[in-house]
């Protein structure tokens, strides 16, 4: 089978899996967006869409929604990318002393990840926050931060 076909059967197989999981109801689209996260670990442009037919939303309306929350991401992970919430909650509780600490980490020969800042991971209650892989981990100090980048 060529990439052509396999591109047309997971089309065909998302609409039937939003078919079966998912009423035609504007209420069903983050649910729909969440779906589509953890069954492709981001949001691929055409299964927005495919969504968006699905649900009778206007594209503008779900690319609004999937590019609002952190948890969803357009873009394909990046293997060992490090996440962190630099929202207001997570300032007032240390963010930018780990966000210092994360960059210094970033620039040493010792490590290898990739790191960039969201502005708001979520979990205020228990910030600061970081996220790797798509996990989350909450009151994350500086000697935490080690484990989570190796």
């Known amino acids: 089978m060529n990439e052509g076909s396999d591109e047309k059967l997971k089309r065909i197989s998302l609409r039937t899996e939003?078919?079966?999981k998912f009423p035609r109801t504007r209420d069903s689209l983050l649910p729909a967006l969440h779906y589509l996260q953890d069954t492709f670990d981001h949001l691929p442009g055409w299964a927005l869409e495919i969504v968006g037919w699905h649900l009778g939303v206007p594209s503008s309306e779900v690319y609004g929604a999937a590019?609002?929350?952190?948890e969803l991401t357009?873009?394909?992970?990046?293997?060992?990318e490090v996440v962190v919430c630099v929202g207001l909650s997570c300032q007032e509780l240390g963010a930018q002393r780990l966000l210092d600490y994360i960059t210094r980490l970033s620039?040493?020969?010792?490590?290898?990840?990739?790191?960039?800042?969201?502005?708001?991971g979520f979990l205020c209650s228990v910030g600061p926050v970081i996220g790797k892989n798509g996990k989350w981990y909450g009151r994350v100090t500086k000697?935490?931060?080690g484990d989570l980048v190796q």
């Open 143 to 145: 000697e935490a931060i």
């Open 67 to 70: 590019s609002s929350y952190t």
């Open 74 to 80: 357009l873009e394909t992970p990046l293997k060992d």
């Open 107 to 120: 620039k040493s020969n010792e490590t290898s990840f990739v790191y960039k800042k969201v502005p708001c």
């Open 18 to 20: 939003l078919i079966k």
